[in-house]
């Protein structure tokens, strides 16, 4: 991974890349965060592209959750071809399994937990039920959450 990392720094001069704790894009910072020992190498390569795909793309904060989606599915597009530029492939079935994981958990988050009505996004923060009419906060959702597979549906 440290080589295609070589690559993309000098391929994308305006991007930086800062190593932490997980894969993440910062439109604010301009800058993808990266995880350096990561013990599936593949899965890093392709995290990497998605991250810096988000940076290339230009995306920026979302109003709501389902914009958010469409900006994950975006950048996944995009990764698609700019593996193919360093050589890397993408495995369909790892982008089809964080775009699940993605879907659950927004899907998650709208689901009303007074009544368990899946309702509509207020504002960035804030869910409002259709059926109960009760309010609820959710975090502010950030570009890639780390994905599991191993997250067990629909228990
Ligand atoms: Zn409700
Ligand atoms: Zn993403």
Redesign the pocket.
């Known amino acids: 991974m440290l080589e295609l990392l070589d690559r993309l720094k000098s391929d994308f001069p305006q991007i930086t890349f800062v190593q932490g704790d997980s894969f993440y894009w910062s439109p604010k910072n301009q800058s993808v965060t990266y995880t350096p020992g990561s013990t599936m190498p593949d899965v890093a390569k392709w995290s990497l592209l998605h991250e810096v795909s988000h940076g290339i793309l230009g995306h920026k904060n979302y109003f709501s959750d389902f914009e958010l989606m469409q900006l994950e599915v975006a950048a996944w597009q995009y990764a698609r071809g700019l593996a193919k530029k360093y050589d890397v492939k993408i495995d369909p079935e790892h982008i089809q399994d964080c775009l699940d994981t993605y879907r659950d958990w927004l899907h998650l988050r709208a689901t ?6 899946v ?1 509509a996004q207020k504002d960035p923060s804030t869910y409002q ?6 309010v609820w906060n959710v975090s502010n959702s950030r570009f890639c959450r780390p994905y599991r597979r191993k997250t067990v549906r629909n228990i």
């Not at 039920?129 to 009760?134: A, D, G, K, T, Y």
């Open positions: 009303c937990p007074t009544c368990g009505t309702s039920c259709f059926n109960c009419r009760s």
